[in-house]
T-cell receptor, first 112, second 113 residues
């Protein structure tokens, strides 16, 4: 069974630039999550989708972050404009409703 | 506020030296407690889910236990390949009801041959 796919794996940008990350969840998983993991910390939920609807975006900095999940499958997370403190690993996870989450390899973002 | 704290932050063991990692939590209501393993440059890998106090689960050299306030991950006779960061996360009951995981900061385990 294929796992959660993410791209790109690494991205380096200047502050104030924009960046987008892509996630393809495990087939059949209705729930998709985006987490931010700062070095030395545990992942923090940014946004959760159930099919193509947003369930929880309470910790998403909406002035600069946006996310969408078209057709209830793939998802993109965008940052515009990026700040230095956005340097982190962005993890995508998926699950069946109410079950354990499976994570992708993450995208490591460096903002200079 | 829901909170998860893991200790120690880092642990060095000799191969074969058994030990335990701790995860203490303060939550409004626990739906489930999850353990993940994370290798450098990779996403977290699911290990266990525990739902009620007294529950135990085992996988190879790892055993997870749960009480009303904390969980332990026991590592018996570890090998160098057990070296990783171990993350604990809780899922809270129905007030949010979203399946959201609240993670601890992790324990980085190094097992030396």
């Amino acid at each position: 069974e294929a796992g959660v796919a993410q791209s790109p794996r690494y991205k380096i940008i200047e502050k104030r630039q924009s960046v987008a990350f892509w996630c393809n969840p495990i087939s059949g998983h209705a729930t998709l999550y985006w987490y931010q993991q700062i070095l030395g910390q545990g992942p923090k939920l940014l946004i959760q989708f159930q099919n193509n609807g947003v369930v929880d975006d309470s910790q998403l900095p909406k002035d600069r972050f946006s996310a969408e999940r078209l057709k209830g499958v793939d998802s993109t997370l965008k940052i515009q404009p990026a700040k230095l403190e956005d340097s982190a690993v962005y993890l995508c996870a998926s699950s069946l409703v109410g079950t354990e989450q499976f994570f992708g390899p993450g995208t490591r973002l460096t903002v200079l | 506020e829901d909170q998860v704290t893991q200790s120690p932050e880092a642990l060095r063991l000799q191969e074969g030296e058994s030990s335990s990692l701790n995860c203490s939590y303060t939550v409004s209501g626990l739906r489930g407690l999850f353990w993940y393993r994370q290798d450098p440059g990779k996403g977290p890998e699911f290990l266990f889910t525990l739902y009620s106090a007294g529950e135990e689960k085992e996988k190879e050299r790892l055993k997870a236990t749960l009480t009303k306030k904390e969980s332990f991950l026991h590592i018996t006779a570890p090998k160098p390949e057990d070296s990783a960061t171990y993350l604990c996360a809780v899922q809270v009951t129905p007030r949010s009801n979203t399946g959201k995981l609240i993670f601890g900061q992790g324990t980085t385990l190094q097992v030396k041959p």
